[in-house]
Every structure is written in C-alpha cells, then in structure tokens.
C-alpha cells in the first residue's frame, strides 16, 4: 500500500526528471578552458609563456635589423619596417612583396614563415638575414621559431 500524497509523488517525478536531464547534458567540449578546466582570460590573465614580440624585438629585431639602411627608418628594405611598434604590423599574416605567396609570419607555423627561411638562409629570394652577417646563433633563430610556434605573440 502506497502512503504517500499526490503531492510528493508529483515532487518525486519532478525532481527525478530534473536530475535525468541534467545528467543527459554532458561535460562540455572543454572550449575556452585552460589545461585545470578554469576559464581562459583574455587580457589579464598570466603572460604567455616562451618569447613574445617585445622580447623578439628587444633581442633581435632591435639590433640586428631595425637599422638605418636595412628595416629601421622610414626608408626600409621591402617595405618590412622592423621598429619597436611596426614589426608586428608588418611582419604577422602579411605577404613579402617578392612572392606574395611567401608570408613573412605565419602564427603557428614557423617552417611556412618567409622570416625564418631569411634568417636560416633556406630561401631562394634574395640574401640571408641579417644581410653579408654575422648571422643570428641558431639558438636566437630557434627563439623566434618558437614565438611563432606558440602563435606570435605580443
């Protein structure tokens, strides 16, 4: 014999249908998660790890290339202005003006970046970078091809 009142078998039901469809709902895709499943920050959430373009320019671009004659000035070789607050306009997603199929860098993918060919001197256009030398340590290089690696950034 039933003892219970319409009232709490209909509660009953409720709450056992509440519990199924929240179960049926799933875990997510993890989309916008971090690796511990918090949400990812944009904008003040930790600093990107590897090199970004402020230490790449402070290392290299700074020293070796902005210079007078080469990619520093307003009369640059190739159009490629290399200047704390130009390089990334001027270097990320955007073709060389020699094959425009050839893209200086591509976030991502160090091995299709034409500025990595430039600096390894595996091109075929034109000379390697930075122009007659000394060239950059292949420890230097592999900096760089690890910003772009880890998707260029800022």
């Given at each position: ?6 009232l709490q078998r209909c509660a009953t039901t409720v709450a056992l ?33 590897g090199p970004t373009l402020a230490t790449i320019q402070a290392k ?36 060389s003006p020699r094959d425009p199929n050839l893209i200086r860098v ?49």
């Amino acid at each position: 014999m039933c003892t219970s009142s319409p009232l709490q078998r209909c509660a009953t039901t409720v709450a056992l249908a509440l519990a199924l469809a929240l179960a049926a709902c799933g875990g997510g895709s993890g989309e916008g998660l971090d690796e511990n499943g918090r949400p990812i920050q944009s904008g003040g959430g930790p600093p990107p790890s590897g090199p970004t373009l402020a230490t790449i320019q402070a290392k290299v671009f700074s020293v070796n290339c902005a210079v007078s004659g080469c990619h520093g000035g307003s009369a640059v070789q190739q159009g490629l202005r290399l200047d704390p607050g130009f390089s990334a306009a001027n270097l990320i997603n955007v073709p060389s003006p020699r094959d425009p199929n050839l893209i200086r860098v591509v976030p991502g993918n160090p091995d299709a970046s034409f500025l990595i060919h430039k600096l390894e001197g595996t091109q075929t256009l034109g000379d390697r970078m930075p122009q007659f030398g000394p060239y950059l340590p292949q420890a230097t290089i592999d900096e760089v091809r690890l910003w772009i690696q880890n998707g260029a950034p800022l």
